[in-house]
Nanobody, 122 residues
Framework: QVQVVESGGGLQQAGESLRLSCAASGSTAVSIAMGWYRRAPGKQREKVASITSGGVTYYADAVKGRFTISRENTENAVILQMNSLKPEDTAVYYC????????????????WGQGTQVTVSS
C-alpha cells in the first residue's frame, strides 16, 4: 500500500519562505506525477503545483514566480519551495502521488498525504 507523507509547513511571516517535503513509499514504481493541492478555510480545493516524472511542471497562477516544485524520481519525493509568502497562501497543503494514467488524469483518486498546515501572518 502506497503511503504519502508530508513534512514542513508551519507559521511564517509574509515575505518569508517555507519548504514542504513529500515522499511516497510502498511502491517500487516511479510515480507518473506528484504535486500539491491546498484548501483554505471557506474555499475550494486548489491545485498549487505538480511535476511529472519527466520534469514537466504546472503552477497555479497565484503561485507562479514564487513557488518551485522539484522531485527526486528514485525516491518518489517532491519538494515545494515557497518564497515571498502571502497571507492568502494560508491553507492546509496536501501532497499527492499518481502512479497510473487514470490517477494522473484524475479519473481515479491518487494517493494523498494527511495534509500540513501553512499559516502566513501579515
Amino acid at each position: 500500500q502506497v503511503q504519502v507523507v508530508e513534512s514542513g509547513g508551519g507559521l511564517q511571516q509574509a515575505g518569508e519562505s517555507l519548504r514542504l517535503s513529500c515522499a511516497a513509499s510502498g511502491s517500487t514504481a516511479v510515480s507518473i506525477a506528484m504535486g500539491w493541492y491546498r484548501r483554505a478555510p471557506g474555499k475550494q480545493r486548489e491545485k498549487v503545483a505538480s511535476i511529472t516524472s519527466g520534469g514537466v511542471t504546472y503552477y497555479a497562477d497565484a503561485v507562479k514566480g514564487r513557488f518551485t516544485i522539484s522531485r527526486e524520481n528514485t525516491e518518489n519525493a517532491v519538494i515545494l519551495q515557497m518564497n515571498s509568502l502571502k497571507p492568502e497562501d494560508t491553507a492546509v497543503y496536501y501532497c499527492y502521488a499518481a502512479f497510473t494514467v487514470a490517477q494522473y488524469i484524475e479519473e481515479e483518486a491518487p494517493y494523498w498525504g494527511q495534509g500540513t498546515q501553512v499559516t502566513v501572518s501579515s
